[in-house]
Each structure stands twice: as structure tokens, then as C-alpha cells.
């Protein structure tokens, strides 16, 4: 299955991240990790980079790791479609204190305008 797994430095989008990376060592997975800029955050892009690198080379699989500029919803959206991705993987969703679960505004906007599949680890 060909993923791309956006991430940028949140909790939740390492959490995607290694459930993503182990994923595709096991099923063989052609993995691209797209790096967007997440004002939320407070981990650099570039570090967020040598982490994606570092989980990739840990697990031991060939998937690349690029830096993606631009909105980072509309950029996953548009990277999946014209790559013919098969499935997105992000991070998100946080339980309110009154039991809802909310989402962040990237993940949100892929969720509403992506045609591909989307996974939401939480």
C-alpha cells in the first residue's frame, strides 16, 4: 500500500508516526513522511525531520522523508492525490473535558477534502 504519513511535532503526530513506521516494516508498505509546518508545535521542522529519519532507520525500511512547504492540509491533500497515495496517516483527536473529541484544524481539513483513505491516530 503506498501511505503518506504527515507529521509536524505534535504528540500526536509522532504517535501516527511510529504506529505508521511499524506498519510498513511489517506489510511491506511504500511510505512517504511528509513533513508540514504545524504553528501549534513547538519542535522545528527540521527536527521533526531527523526524527522521522531516525524512526525510519531504526525499523530498518526504505521510505523517504521530505520536507513539505506551504498549508500543510491542502498540501497533504493535493501531494496524495497527483502521487496517487492510497492512504493518509496523521495524528489528532483530543478528548474535551466534556468527552468530545476534537481535532486540529490540518487533520480536520484533510479528513473533509481528501478522496483517499484517512487514518486519525489518536
Known amino acids: 500500500m503506498k501511505v503518506l504519513c504527515g507529521i509536524g511535532g505534535s504528540d500526536d503526530s509522532f504517535r501516527a508516526l511510529d ?14 513522511i511528509a513533513v508540514v509546518d ?11 525531520a531527523d526524527r522521522a529519519t531516525a524512526a525510519v532507520d531504526e ?6 522523508v ?9 498540501r497533504l491533500v493535493e501531494i496524495a492525490e497527483t502521487e496517487g ?21 490540518i487533520a480536520e481539513f484533510v479528513l473533509l477534502n481528501a478522496k483517499t483513505s484517512v487514518t486519525l491516530v489518536r
Not at 22 to 29: I, L, S
Not at 85 to 105: A, N, Q, R, W
Open 85 to 105: 497515495f492510497e492512504e493518509i496517516v496523521l495524528g489528532g483527536g483530543h478528548t474535551s473535558p466534556m468527552g468530545k473529541i476534537t481535532i486540529g484544524s
Open 59 to 64: 525499523a530498518g525500511i526504505d521510505a523517504e
Open 19 to 32: 504506529r505508521t513506521v511499524e506498519r510498513a516494516a511489517v506489510a511491506n508498505d511504500d511510505l512517504t
Open 38 to 48: 504545524n504553528e501549534d508545535s513547538e519542535t522545528s521542522p527540521d527536527e521533526v
Open 66 to 74: 521530505r520536507r513539505v512547504e506551504g498549508d500543510p492540509g491542502s
